[in-house]
Nanobody, 113 residues
C-alpha cells in the first residue's frame, strides 16, 4: 500500500508560479512511476505530466511545468510557471507500479487576478 499527500496549492495571479509536492509513504517510492493529473470544475480529470524513465507533459503545460522527484525524500514535485487562468483545478498525484494504482486527495490551485 502507498499513501500520497499533495500540498502546495494556493491562489496565485496569472503569470505566477507554484510548486506542488506529493509526499509518499508505505512502499518503495522509487519503483513507482509518478503522474500528476488535474480536474477543473465541470471537467473530466486530465493527465498533466509523468516521471518514470523519462518525463512527459501534456501539450497544454509543456514548457511551463516541470515534474521532478526526490526518491530519498519520497516526494514528487510539480513546478508550475507562467500560470494561466485555465490552470485552475484540483491537482492530484498518482503512483503506478504493475497493477497497483494509488491516488492522493488533491490540492487546489486557483489562478485569478
Amino acid at each position: 500500500q502507498m499513501q500520497l499527500v499533495e500540498s502546495g496549492g494556493d491562489l496565485v495571479q496569472p503569470g505566477g508560479s507554484l510548486r506542488l509536492s506529493c509526499a509518499a509513504s508505505g512502499s518503495i517510492f522509487s519503483t513507482y512511476t509518478l503522474h500528476w493529473y488535474r480536474q477543473a470544475p465541470g471537467k473530466q480529470r486530465e493527465w498533466v505530466a509523468t516521471i518514470g524513465r523519462a518525463t512527459n507533459y501534456a501539450d497544454s503545460v509543456e514548457g511551463r511545468f516541470t515534474i521532478s522527484r526526490d526518491n530519498a525524500k519520497n516526494t514528487a514535485y510539480l513546478q508550475m510557471n507562467s500560470l494561466k487562468l485555465e490552470d485552475t483545478a484540483v491537482y492530484y498525484c498518482n503512483a503506478r507500479r504493475y497493477d497497483e494504482n494509488y491516488w492522493g486527495k488533491g490540492t487546489q490551485v486557483t489562478v485569478a487576478s
